[in-house]
């Protein structure tokens, strides 16, 4: 069994699963704690897998076969739906470009691949959450891959600034 057809049995039986104890009367209007959890797994897996798509509580709720009143409630401990994605978005840019192996990306490409519509929103969003540039977090880590092989001969960089950008947060 592939990962996706693994992710569509899981979705499967739990709708079964729901769909059933709600015609009983046998589930609450909150479903209990380990289901949701299980859920709210797949559905983090299947967002990082599709950040570039347009991915809506709407779209959630039809491909999870659930309520949107349900997503909400999952997506409740992160400041909803869209602050998820919005973070999830941020995190994956800031992993892309800090790895040399995506360095002959542009950043624009790299904002599109993670879900950004705008190159310029991206910047700045970026900027507001990691208190860096796309291009400098670019520039740090290449400095910091030079200064790991013992190319660099300055101590600024990724290394020498990291500790910075941690006290900052």
């Not at 990306?105 to 790299?110: A, D, E, T, W």
Request: proline share 4%.
């Amino acid at each position: 069994m592939t990962t996706q057809q693994a992710v569509s049995a899981v979705q499967g039986t739990l709708g079964l699963m729901q769909g059933c104890l709600l015609c009983e009367g046998l589930l609450p209007e909150e479903i209990d704690a380990p289901t949701t959890v299980a859920l709210a797994k797949v559905i983090y897996r299947y967002i990082d897998a599709n950040l570039a798509e347009n991915i809506t509580p709407a779209s959630l709720a039809l491909t999870f076969r659930m309520s949107r009143t349900h997503i909400y409630r999952i997506f409740a401990p992160h400041g909803g739906v869209a602050n998820y994605l919005w973070d999830r978005r941020l995190q994956r840019s800031f992993q892309l470009l800090s790895q040399q192996r995506y360095s002959h990306k542009n950043i624009g490409s790299i904002a599109f691949e993670c879900g950004f519509n705008s190159e310029s929103h991206f910047s700045r969003a970026f900027r507001a959450k990691f208190h860096s540039t796309p291009s400098q977090t670019r520039a740090d880590a290449v400095n910091a891959q030079l200064h790991h092989h013992g190319k660099a001969t300055t101590p600024t960089g990724y290394a020498a600034g990291l500790p910075n950008w941690v006290r900052r947060l």
